[in-house]
């Protein structure tokens, strides 16, 4: 279903794909996808949950590229953030270390996007 943005550009209407370190917690790293009129729109954000619970994370709005194909803004959104994280790797708190290895690699296997091997898998 495609959306349309609010008078402030962001779009409301949205998938989410979460991370959780445990059950019952706010997610550790989100992608959301929504499918606009020019095409697929993401962006990603992430909450540590240990340390000093910082984190970072915005709306999808029509200031993000879109993407022909839904797992190319995925892929797009995940490997900025992927990015991002694996660059702040000596600047984390040895307790938040865990949490982000864990969101570099789920964002990382977003980016990646599906197996080839898995979609002919009978």
């Not at 797992?71 to 790797?89: P, Y």
Request: hydrophobic share 40%.
């Amino acid at each position: 279903m495609t959306t349309t943005p609010n008078e402030h550009g962001v779009y409301t209407d949205r998938e989410e794909l979460r991370l959780f370190a445990k059950k019952g917690a706010i997610p550790l790293c989100e992608v959301r996808v929504a499918d606009t009129a020019e095409g697929f729109r993401a962006t990603a954000c992430f909450m540590f949950q240990t340390g000093n619970y910082w984190g970072s994370g915005g709306p999808i709005t029509d200031r993000d590229p879109p993407f022909a194909v839904r797992e190319d803004a995925i892929a797009h959104a995940a490997g900025r953030l992927a990015e991002k994280l694996e660059s702040a790797k000596n600047a984390v708190e040895p307790s938040m270390e865990g949490q982000r290895a864990q969101m570099v690699e789920w964002l990382t296997d977003l980016a990646r996007g599906p197996d080839q091997l898995e979609m002919f898998a009978a």
